[in-house]
């Protein structure tokens, strides 16, 4: 089986049971490292629940990443910018996001979006361009990785993600957590080398925080801009080094809940 992101050859890994029915090969790209199962034939059963009955920790992800990203945005990129949520499942982050002021819109042709409707990328001008855009828990989703990717990265030059990455030995990935082949949707998955190497590949620039947060963009940043702060010395000076620049470049950050709520309002009222 040829690897789908360099095209060149995989080695058989291991064969798994998916959706416990389903006897799958895993395999692993020679180049790069990057897994992948064979031909997805099960995807269509395995989507009949758009959101898995595994992932418990959506709403919690979510908020997490609220909390981690705004403060990326607020200092890295143009606050004030137009933000879109790939497969943003029913709108959840798209919705904590413009509550906390940042004018994010959600898309996701398989989930109906229900906490940010009229926040939506069809209730936008063609055409329109994104500051960032971001995909979190996709890549492992995605049958042909490389196609999809570079369908995100015609909206921004800027796309920030998650996906869990590899385990470093190989016993590890033979228990991990993240195959998920009790749900069947997981088909993908990465190491930094792989990332990278799509990176590159797209002409863009790699970044990570070597577990999970993952950047692809144009510009050029300091090598650990998605690292989080573990020191509660350094956290406490990098919190008020973000207020600063926050309330000196940008002024208050405004919630747009109260702003939205009229806006819909008036829709329901036209």
């Known amino acids: 089986m040829q690897s789908k992101i360099t095209g060149r050859d995989t080695t058989l890994l291991f064969t798994k049971l998916v959706l416990n029915k389903y006897e799958v090969k895993y395999y692993r790209c020679n180049e790069t490292g990057f ?3 064979e031909h997805p034939f099960w995807l269509e059963e395995a989507y009949s629940s758009i959101i898995t009955k ?3 920790g959506l709403p919690s992800r979510n908020i997490d990443l609220s909390v981690r990203v705004s403060k990326l945005l ?9 933000f879109l949520d790939y497969a943003g499942g029913y ?7 413009r509550d906390k002021g940042f004018n994010f819109y959600h898309t996701d042709k398989y989930c109906q979006n229900l906490f940010a409707e009229h926040f939506d990328f069809t209730d936008l ?15 492992e989703h995605l049958p042909n990785p490389i ?49 990278a190497y799509i990176a590159k590949h797209l002409g863009y620039k790699f970044y990570t925080d070597g577990k999970f947060l993952h950047l692809f963009s144009k510009q050029l940043f300091n ?11 350094l956290l406490r000076k990098t919190k008020k080094i973000v207020k600063k620049a926050d309330e000196s470049k940008y002024g208050k950050m405004e919630s747009l809940l109260m702003a939205d709520w009229q806006y819909i309002k008036d829709k329901l009222n036209s």
């Open 35 to 37: 897994i992948q199962t």
């Open 54 to 56: 595994l992932d418990i």
């Open 74 to 82: 607020a200092t890295k990129f143009n606050r004030k910018g137009i």
């Open 91 to 97: 709108g959840l982050f798209t919705r904590l996001m």
């Open 125 to 139: 001008p063609p055409g329109t361009t994104f500051e960032v855009v971001s995909a979190f828990e996709v890549f």
């Open 147 to 195: 196609e999809e990717i570079k369908k995100m990265l015609e909206l921004s030059d800027n796309l920030l993600f998650t996906t869990e990455l590899q385990p470093k030995q190989l016993a590890d990935i033979n228990n991990w957590w993240y195959l998920s082949q009790e749900t069947g949707q997981h088909i993908a998955f990465y190491n930094v080398e792989s990332l």
């Open 223 to 233: 090598q650990d801009i998605l690292k989080p702060v573990r020191d509660n010395f």
